[in-house]
């Protein structure tokens, strides 16, 4: 959700992208593209399936819920073509107008998406599984994250947890995992996302002088 809305809040000002910040944006955007592809594809084929085979039925929710990756796919891959043709026509406005309209569709579906989803996982997971297998269904789900971006992903959670949720995932990671995260993976994420944190505070500092 914090990926969606820092890519909603860009393609406010995506016609003032210079051509090396659009290849930023393109760069890191592949990361986001390729991230959620694999996070939905696991929910769908590891998660929904358990759920429904514990629930010994089909559920409605669920299928309401495929639909929504199904369309959140749909968006994302969309604004994937749109930043591809923003770099070769130069900034074009209509494009860019394109761009707006699909990144604020994103965040929207997205936000009902998640509310709903956390919800009714959590519910049916409480309910059918053990915390056991709550954990591991957790786990197997996130080692879905494509190979070429594991090494993004501990400083990727990192990044969207709070000081005290941090502690507790570094106590959860074995030593190598930590170490190779401190000297080699938060800088490569880091050189990934920080071009797009600059461009929101450059943004920030634009409005607020207004
Ligand atoms: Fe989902």
Redesign the pocket.
Known sequence: MRDADMLNNIALRIEKLTPEELQLLSRWYDFFWNMMES??AA??DL?FRAVEERMEQPSEIIEE?EV??NR?QFLIDEIRRLIGELKRSAGEASICRELQLNTDGLVKVFQA??MK?EKYILEKMTAHFTVNEQRRMENRVKRKAPVRYLSFMIPWLHDSLSEEENKILDQSLPWPVRLMNHYFWKDRYARLVNPMKALLELQHSQLSKV
Do not use: N
């Open positions: 996070h939905h929910e769908d998660l819920m929504e990756h959140i998406h998640i989803e």
